[in-house]
């Protein structure tokens, strides 16, 4: 099983970007994901979770209303809109997979991706 994150980058504040992820070596539709990041110093924290079906979406207080969560199951990836970036939203991002129904708990995850890194100047 394989998560690739992608779409990371140095941007300014305010402006967008998109994250993708790309799930190989699994039945994608059978798992719900979800978005965590690290910044640095800190610990891993949720940041949004999807349904396998798309339908449902749980995103953390500080993101609501900025990010937005998709995902394709025709193309096994899920894709995490973040508008109007803060300095505070800097921090590797990871997507992960998890069977278990929509959750915020990292350890109710099975699979991880490697991270990708986002960086916002003030």
């Known amino acids: 099983v394989q998560l690739q994150a992608f779409g990371g980058g140095l941007v300014q504040s305010g402006v967008s970007l998109r994250l993708s992820c790309a799930a190989s070596g699994l039945t994608f539709s059978n798992y719900d994901m979800g978005w965590f990041r690290q910044a640095p110093g800190k610990e891993r924290e949720f940041v949004a979770a999807?349904?396998?079906?798309?339908?449902?979406?749980d995103y953390v207080d500080s993101v609501k209303g900025r990010f937005t969560l998709s995902r394709d199951n025709a193309k096994n990836s899920v894709y995490l809109q973040m508008n109007s970036l803060k300095p505070e939203d800097t921090a590797v991002y990871y997507c992960?997979?998890?069977?278990?129904?929509?959750?915020?708990?990292?350890?109710?995850?099975?699979?991880w991706g490697q991270g990708t890194k986002v960086t916002v100047s003030s």
């Open positions: 999807i349904t396998w079906t798309g339908r449902t979406t």
């Open positions: 992960a997979a998890d069977r278990g129904g929509l959750s915020r708990r990292s350890g109710n995850y099975e699979y």
